[in-house]
């Protein structure tokens, strides 16, 4: 069975600290990987998506980048943080049209 | 570019009744998937329903249905016999063939249900 990990669960970073979110998936190759941000009381907003190996789609401009080392590695990078990247991150994962599957999610708190 | 609107912030329902939440979408697509996801208090996403674009037959899981409108680009939720458990917060999802051939997922802003005893 397909399982995905996110860590750290939380994390409380100072303005202006770097940023290393990372994400693995099990149980499935070549899947299509996404990172969404929720902040509080808010909807999904995605950030980036890859569809393989070092493709990364960039949906919003900022201050976050994604990079894909492996098929089933995602990881969301900051080299300064704003207090406005504070919110609840969540990585997510799909093959083809099927649903993408969500991992436990990282709630990060910049002060 | 793809739209997803839920335009119903906040929706009450008595327990046991029916309620539907709202969604409309927008997509250049003409082969498409839509969603729905609940996201209880523990924050965790979880699949409630699927509709493939081609399919004109309303998907169905045991008491959630949706009633998809295609040329309206409409996808409601209709949740019939509300349980407590439903209680959470509702996000429409729209997924198609993204820039590089991959397939994007984007959300609505989602719609918080209350279930009244």
């Known amino acids: 069975s397909q399982t995905i990990h996110q860590w750290p669960a939380t994390l409380v970073q100072p303005v202006g600290s770097p940023l290393s979110l990372e994400c693995t998936v099990e149980?499935?190759?070549?899947?299509?990987l996404y990172w969404y941000r929720q902040a509080a009381g808010r909807g999904l907003q995605l950030l980036f998506y890859?569809?393989?190996?070092?493709?990364i789609s960039s949906e919003v401009p900022q201050n976050l980048s994604a990079s894909r080392p492996q098929d089933r590695q995602f990881i969301l990078s900051s080299k300064k943080l704003l207090l406005s990247d504070s919110g609840f991150y969540l990585c997510?994962?799909?093959?083809?049209?099927?649903?993408?599957?969500f991992g436990p999610g990282t709630r990060l708190t910049v002060l | 570019a793809q739209t997803v609107t839920q335009s119903q912030p906040e929706m009450s329902v008595q327990e046991a009744e029916t309620v539907t939440l709202s969604c409309t979408y927008d997509?250049?697509?003409?082969?498409?998937?839509l969603f729905w996801y609940k996201q209880p208090p523990s924050r965790q996403m979880i699949l409630v329903i699927r509709?493939?674009?081609?399919?004109?037959q309303n998907a169905t899981e045991n008491r959630f249905s949706v009633n998809f409108q295609k040329a309206a680009k409409s996808f409601s939720l209709k949740i019939s016999d509300s349980q407590l458990g439903d209680a959470a917060m509702y996000f429409c999802?729209?997924?198609?063939?993204?820039?590089?051939?991959?397939?994007?997922?984007?959300f609505g802003a989602g719609t918080r249900l209350f279930v009244k005893a």
């Open positions: 997510a994962w799909s093959v083809g049209p099927s649903p993408v599957l």
């Open positions: 149980g499935t190759s070549n899947p299509n």
């Open positions: 890859s569809v393989g190996i070092g493709q």
């Open positions: 997509t250049s697509e003409s082969d498409y998937y």
């Open positions: 509709q493939e674009a081609y399919k004109q």
């Open positions: 999802a729209l997924g198609g063939v993204g820039y590089t051939g991959g397939f994007k997922t984007i």
